[in-house]
């Protein structure tokens, strides 16, 4: 599950290491930090203009 | 069946918005110890019953909560302490120069905290610091607080079942207190029959929480707890707590003096032993309507200084014997702030008006003789105050409540 870090902080996370403020990343099942909100796994669908 | 270690929990904190209304703590600091417990004041029905046994059940009390947390004084951790023992005033100074936070003995900010407990995170809301003790432990300054708080939640009982497929509320049962959900927020995880749920409402009849469509399956009886958090510091890692040997405390005549000789080693007195005690001497207001306390309230407010230094003179032998006013200044000094190395991480406590109460100058075998003394920390009428005390930090006023 991608989370992101929504702190105005850097933060270190256990045995994940640094997050920037603002970057999303993988944490491992059962994680639970105030600091981070759940992002979507759904994929990013783009869609192309029909001409 | 999981085993727990003390050094894999945490204490988190944030200051809260309103009086005595919870938030999900999300600073999380360096812990030493804690030791709170919450005194639920319960004791043995021993009303005549025609029974051969004292007691066949135990009555609500009214409630208590507060005990003791030590932690190293960094910087940043020292502000959150004094931000519940006293008052903070306007913050200061900017990222680059470092954020200067002056304090003033008045009543002080309330905080939600949260202490992790292997599964479950321990919530204590309307949180402030009863007492505070600073002293340095082995060089490093460790500070010492005991808070009170009113109201908890850790754990709850679901009086309705969870029956599978698209819950969304569950509904605790009232052998706690009247209002078992008080001390969640929206966002707050707990866990009921082994799922998370993200709670979105806490409902205002104070028995029932909301959430989005969840498979969760638990009969009337299960537990819930609220789940702990994953524990993050700032980077860069913890600070270094503030040091003894990066401290000078000037004794003189009055405020200006004693600043004025903490200002270089040379005219600095050298303690052997420093401990700052100060008391809020909270008091717990008890209402009608609820078992916990409704309000913490700040009595009078009153403090002591222990010191020991190797005896010179009989100087302050004379000023115990003639009660005579001192002044006492600490000023300690983190890390450089600024790149020009002009400001730093800095502690400034002022001391207006001390008197001896007492001092003495025992004597053992092989031990040189001291001055063991023990000040009693009084308000000056010239100065219009008691203390003077400052922080400047890497923190922002913002997490302060600002």
Redesign the interface.
Same mark, same amino acid.
């Given at each position: 599950m991608k989370y992101k870090n929504v702190s105005k902080k850097d933060l270190l996370v256990v045995g994940i290491g640094l997050v920037k403020s603002g970057a999303i990343r993988n944490m491992p099942v059962g994680f639970h930090n105030i600091n981070f909100e759940k992002v979507s796994d759904k994929p990013i669908i783009i869609k192309k203009d029909n001409k | 069946m999981s085993n727990y270690l003390s050094d894999q929990q945490y204490i988190a904190l944030k200051v809260e918005a309103a009086e005595n209304t919870p938030i999900? =703590? !999300?600073v999380f600091l360096p812990l030493i110890s804690e030791g709170i417990v919450s005194d639920l004041g319960r004791s043995p029905d021993e009303r005549i019953a025609g029974l051969d046994w004292k007691s066949d059940d135990l009555l609500k009390g009214r409630h208590l909560h507060g005990g003791p947390v030590e932690l190293y004084a960094d910087p940043d951790t020292l502000g959150h302490i004094f931000n519940m023992f006293y008052k903070k005033g306007a913050t200061g100074g900017d990222a680059a120069v470092g954020y200067t936070h002056p304090f003033t003995a008045a009543n002080p900010k309330s905080y939600t905290i949260e202490i992790a407990k292997g599964l479950y995170a321990q919530r204590y809301w309307g949180v402030k610091a009863n007492n505070l003790k600073l002293e340095f432990d082995n060089n490093k300054l460790k500070a010492s607080i005991d808070i009170k708080a009113v109201g908890q939640f850790s754990t709850a009982t679901l009086a309705v079942a969870l029956t599978g497929a698209d819950m969304t509320e569950a509904v605790f049962n009232q052998d706690y207190i009247l209002k078992p959900t008080e001390g969640l927020v929206a966002?707050d *995880?707990v866990v009921i029959g082994g799922v !998370?749920v993200t709670i979105t409402v806490v409902e205002a009849d104070g028995v029932t929480i909301t959430f989005a469509a969840t498979t969760v399956t638990s009969d009337i009886g299960g537990s819930v707890y609220l /789940? /702990?958090? $994953?524990? $993050? $510091? =700032?980077?860069p *890692?913890l600070q270094d707590p503030l040091f003894e040997g990066n401290t000078l405390i000037g004794v003189g005549v009055d405020e200006t003096t004693a600043t004025t000789a903490s200002g270089a080693k040379a005219t600095a007195t050298p303690f052997q032993e420093f401990v700052i005690e100060l008391k809020n001497n909270l008091f717990e207001q008890a209402a009608s309507g609820q078992h916990d306390p409704i309000k913490i309230l700040p009595k009078m407010k009153e403090g002591r200084i222990l010191t020991k230094k190797l005896f010179a003179d009989v100087d302050q032998h004379r000023k115990w014997i003639d009660k005579t006013k001192q002044a006492i200044t600490l000023i300690s000094k983190g890390r450089f702030i600024k790149t020009d190395r002009t400001t730093w991480d800095e502690l400034s406590f002022k001391f207006h008006k001390v008197k001896l109460n007492p001092n003495s100058n025992p004597l053992e075998v092989g031990e040189y003789i001291y001055d063991n003394q023990e000040f009693d920390i009084l308000y000056d009428r010239t100065d219009v105050k008691a203390i003077t005390l400052s922080l400047v930090n890497r923190t922002s006023g913002v997490a302060y409540g600002d």
């Open positions: - | 999900t =703590p !999300d966002g *995880v !998370d /789940k /702990k958090q $994953t524990y $993050t $510091t =700032p980077d *890692v």
